[in-house]
């Protein structure tokens, strides 16, 4: 009888995609760069990390409200997870952390960092940036408004991606819900109603803070 080796099918390591953003509000911007990013890399799951206290970002509302707004808006799509990493971690928000912090959870993963043409543009002004590009390959969509250079990025580290484009930011979402007009389809219906019940962006609510 010949003599067999067992061999044990190569495991193909897991793809895991992250969305980082202050999220304030989540809107659709974010939800089709995310589900683009996991359809072109066919991403096992995509992350999305409310930061905690944006290093970059004066004012910015309660943590727990943009969690949770993240929570419902992903919560119908069953590859999107919210990670509440930046957002229990203390001090600024810093991708590095971010990514040693995903490392450490999904070891056994590939990750894929997901920006907007306006974030990679400023990417090597990131805390230890050349650290980043180990950590992480870097996905740079196209956004209404932007251009998408990855200029002093290591080629090999970041892909460009065209996506539809949707000219929405969360600036304007909060400029329309203070001016009282419709954030309806510009952010998820959930996410219009948690913002209607808790006042966000309104000026009752930013007096009160
Ligand atoms: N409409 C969009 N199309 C593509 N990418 C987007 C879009 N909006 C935001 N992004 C990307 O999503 C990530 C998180 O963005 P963020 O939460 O800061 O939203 P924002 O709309 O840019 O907010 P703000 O207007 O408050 O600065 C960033 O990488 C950003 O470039
Ligand atoms: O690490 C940094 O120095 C750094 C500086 C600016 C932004 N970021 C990250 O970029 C992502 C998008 O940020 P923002 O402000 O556009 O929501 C978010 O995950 C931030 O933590 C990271």
Known sequence: MPHTVETSPA????????????????????????????????????????????????????VEHRYLMTVIATASNPRFKVSRVDVDRDG????????????????????????????????????????????AQFVAVSRPGHELRTDGIPADKVAVLQIPALAISS?????????????????PDGVVQYMAKHRLYTAEEIDAI
């Open 92 to 135: 600024p928000t810093y991708t590095i952390d971010t990514l040693r912090d995903v490392q450490r959870l999904r070891p056994d993963a590939d990750l894929y960092f997901i920006t907007g043409a306006d974030a990679i543009a400023q990417i090597l002004g990131w805390k230890n940036s050349l650290e980043l590009f180990e950590l």
């Open 11 to 62: 495991v193909a390591r897991r793809r895991v995609g992250i969305m980082g953003g202050t999220f304030d509000p989540i809107h659709h911007g974010h939800l089709v760069a995310a589900s683009e990013a996991a359809a072109h890399f066919e991403l096992d799951e995509v992350l999305f990390v409310p930061t905690g206290k944006p290093s970059h970002k004066s004012q910015v509302t309660p």
């Open 171 to 187: 600036t304007d979402i909060r400029e329309r819900a203070y001016e009282e007009k419709p954030v309806w389809y510009l952010v």
